[in-house]
């Protein structure tokens, strides 16, 4: 099994692939989902990310909440809390009077997400996303506090700007306490912006980096090459109208041509390269099946060549 790495200098040591947890209660019903969930731990899996909002956007699910309670059952009936680290966000917009960064909505949403989860403890606490109306340094004053209390154990940020990211990290050096990851979105189809904007600050402070869509929301799977295949999932819909381009199938061709040379999916090629990626701790992936979080998880075996890497990046 792979080498567990450590995210930024926050202590957790992961699995380099994170299971994505938004399909919980979503795509994937409660059964399936503590199927997944066993199938992942089994295969040597250890970090599983998720976050308040999922899945709100579901009709029906007003509130969110669904991912996060499906897994703390899952924990509670398995009993595996000390087997697994916990990732949630608070940030996204629940209600009207339920969204952002305040110190008093954090310490709001961390007992709504314990309680779901079922634990008295968070293992990383993310800002889903930064709250421009306010300081960097108010929700960093609010996990101090929670820090303190050992309601969570590290943080980590989730789609900020440059120059905020930089500007919570130095606020970090008076007393605060730092972001220890950043999840920002990153693959093989849209990497450039991270590499050119985020990745020499997250070199440069250490921080670990968890980036979601690591496979392009399924695109990079190979599963989706003509109008016809995007009927095969929930999320095909958005699919063609993002990725059916010539920079799509170029890399779709090329992912064709190395997970052919290395004996495995396009899956698992587009998921190593992400892990062999300067500055990145582990993907995140979700799965509805246990067969797919294995097939997610050989990606961990795979070693791809400077060549492979080039002829990825076209």
Do not use: C
């Amino acid at each position: 099994m792979a080498t567990q790495r450590e995210l930024g200098h926050s202590g957790l040591h992961i699995t380099p692939l994170v299971l994505g947890g938004n399909v919980f209660g979503w795509t994937a019903d409660e059964k399936t989902s503590f199927a997944v969930l066993d199938a992942f731990v089994a295969g040597g899996g250890n970090a599983i990310d998720t976050a308040d909002v999922y899945s709100a956007w579901v009709p029906g699910h007003a509130g969110g909440g669904q991912s996060e309670t499906v897994l703390g059952k899952w924990l509670a009936q398995r009993g595996r809390r000390d087997d697994v680290l916990l990732f949630t966000k608070v940030g996204m917009e629940l209600a009207p009077d339920k969204k952002g960064l305040s110190k008093a909505y954090i310490k709001q949403a961390v007992e709504a997400s314990l309680q779901r989860l079922q634990t008295d403890y968070i293992d990383l606490y993310q800002s889903h996303k930064d709250d421009e109306s306010l300081p960097v340094t108010e929700p960093l004053e609010a996990y101090a506090e929670l820090l303190k209390e050992g309601k969570i154990r590290a943080i980590g940020a989730s789609n900020f700007k440059p120059a905020r990211l930089q500007a919570a990290l130095d606020a970090a050096q008076h007393g605060l306490p730092r972001y220890e990851s950043l999840q920002p979105e990153y693959n093989l189809y849209a990497h450039e912006t991270f590499e050119h904007d985020d990745l020499p600050i997250v070199q440069a402070s250490g921080i670990g980096v968890i980036p979601y869509f690591g496979l392009a929301a399924g695109f990079l799977t190979g599963k989706y090459r003509t109008e016809a295949d995007l009927s095969k999932s929930p999320r095909g819909a958005g699919i063609g109208q993002k990725y059916f381009n010539d920079k799509g199938f170029k890399i779709l061709k090329a992912l064709d041509a190395v997970a052919q040379r290395h004996g495995v999916n396009q899956a698992q090629v587009a998921l190593a390269w992400l892990m062999q990626a300067p500055g990145i701790t582990a993907p995140i992936a979700s799965g509805t099946s246990p067969a797919q979080v294995q097939e997610l998880l050989k990606a961990l075996e795979v070693q791809l060549t400077p060549a492979d890497v080039a002829e990825l990046q076209g």
